[in-house]
């Protein structure tokens, strides 16, 4: 035979067929001398594997070389599917192959940092198997990332990162499909393109340079020079020193900039569209991976509506007011009002997924866009999701000179920009555009509680490794 088959495609469909799998031997048990049971393992989907002492086919010493196996070892195994009368517990697939040839592949330590078959319990199972006097070590999460090359060895951890996967293909198709050009900007660049203090600085050959917080400048720039609609997707570093579920110090940037004719809410628009259509994409074809991420970590389906709903912050205040929950009307919000915020608009209008623009200016970016009838206010918006912040973006300032005065009214050194505030003075287009979190848009699509579940090699103040 030349075809191998895959864990994920066993089925009664193949029953009698001579199959060829190379997968990882999750758990092996020996049953007398005459017999043994092994779980094969290939992408979080899992197969009983039953390897039975059989004249001129399977024999004695097979078995006893399957028994001596270390767990995590991978395995090429050949032999024949069959479907048994009961179902089959602690295997995904539920269909049996009669082993009738086994090559250890590659062979692991015989003892391991993490279990897989703990590091795969949800809580409830957790707490159950306790409870029934089981042994089990509860996996926390700086083993699982320390050890993460086994960590991910979880159908959940499978499923979270093809996920993830599609999110950012889902967006490049459509962007694609709607005339954008995929970009690719500077990441070694001179100075801060947010603000802020939260930047990784570094030596430039003699020049002072830092780390891109965006490709915010770039972005822009790049509009400038009439490529009309961008997108990129990249890598964006903050200096973070803030140890919270969602902050990490290098994220996944999923970026658009775009020129517009009118008003920022074109921008809006093509949020709009473009996160139903991710959404729909993962509702559509990604069920088996959010289903084996919902068996770990149980959650709903996320609430959304064909038309996104859009409200002004004004309108968010005043919601957040009617339910007693004062805050600055004319600064920014926290976490606990967003989240607050997130339930008042679930309950009103059914979506866990709205927009909520004309942010105060003074919390906005140098580069963002005052209102024209009200500079306290902005044409920028943020979007969340289950009431917390996936993207910011806006309409951007386009006149040099004023570009120059907001700079050097939010305290960034001008210089250190004027390439950037050039690239304006030669006829520039009304732009706005949008960055999103790719991590943070995994987490909360699946209902998860830290970033660093949906970050593949988390880097956050703490941690540089693996
Ligand atoms: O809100 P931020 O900082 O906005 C920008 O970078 C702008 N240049 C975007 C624009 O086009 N106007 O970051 C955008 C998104 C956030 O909404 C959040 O999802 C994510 O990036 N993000 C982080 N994700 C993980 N860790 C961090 N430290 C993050 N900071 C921002």
Not at 6 to 27: F, M, P, Y
Request: aromatic fraction near 10%; charged fraction near 25%.
């Amino acid at each position: 035979i030349s075809d191998w088959t895959k864990v994920e495609a066993l089925n009664d469909s193949l029953e009698s067929k001579w199959v060829r799998i190379r997968g990882v031997a999750q758990t092996i048990r020996a049953v007398g001398k005459k017999m043994a049971f092994v779980v094969i393992r290939e992408n979080g989907f899992t197969v009983q594997c039953v390897v039975q002492v059989q004249p001129d086919q399977v024999s004695p010493q097979m078995v006893k070389y399957v028994t001596a196996l270390s767990r995590e070892s991978i395995v090429d195994l050949e032999g024949v599917v069959s479907v048994p009368g009961s179902p089959i517990k602690g295997a995904s697939q539920q269909v049996e192959i009669q082993v009738r040839k086994l090559y250890c592949v590659d062979r692991a330590v015989p003892t391991l940092p993490i279990n897989i078959e703990d590091a795969a319990r949800s809580e409830i199972e957790i707490e159950k198997a306790l409870q029934a006097g089981e042994q089990l070590v509860r996996v926390n999460q700086d083993t699982r990332l320390n050890y993460r090359v086994l960590d991910i060895r979880t159908p959940a951890n499978q499923g979270i990162f093809r996920i993830q996967s599609h999110v950012g293909n889902a967006f490049r198709q459509f962007l694609l499909s709607e005339g954008f050009v995929e970009i690719h900007t500077p990441k070694l660049i001179a100075g801060s393109s947010e603000g802020g203090a939260a930047v990784f600085r570094l030596d430039y050959k003699g020049q002072p340079a830092c780390l891109a917080q965006s490709p915010q400048l770039h972005k822009q720039m790049s509009i400038c020079g009439g490529l009309g609609r961008v997108f990129e997707i990249g890598p964006v570093f903050r200096a973070e020193d803030s140890f919270t579920h969602r902050h990490l110090c290098e994220f996944t940037g999923l970026d658009v900039e775009m020129e517009i004719k009118m008003h920022y809410f074109e921008v809006m628009d093509i949020v709009d569209r473009l996160f139903v259509a991710i959404f729909d994409s993962l509702n559509d074809n990604c069920q088996k991976y959010l289903e084996a991420v919902g068996r770990q970590y149980p959650f709903e389906p996320l609430k959304y509506l064909r038309q996104t709903l859009r409200l002004t912050f004004e309108e968010g205040v005043q919601m957040l007011k009617d339910a007693g929950v004062e805050v600055d009307p004319l600064g920014d919000l926290n976490t606990e009002s967003e989240r607050k915020l997130g339930q008042i608009v679930l309950e009103k209008y059914g979506t866990e997924f709205y927009i909520l623009h004309r942010y105060p200016l003074a919390v906005r970016p140098f580069y963002t866009m005052p209102c024209p009838d009200n500079p306290a206010y902005s044409n920028s918006f943020d979007v969340f999701i289950r009431g917390e912040e996936i993207i910011s973006g806006a309409q951007r300032v386009h006149k040099a000179e004023f570009l120059e005065k907001r700079a050097a009214a939010c305290g960034i050194d001008v210089k250190t920009i004027a390439t950037y505030i050039d690239s304006f003075r030669y006829g520039a287009f009304p732009h706005g555009g949008f960055g999103v979190g790719l991590e943070r848009v995994v987490m909360l699509f699946c209902g998860l509680n830290n970033i660093r579940k949906t970050s593949l090699y988390p880097r956050d103040p703490l941690r540089l490794a693996p």
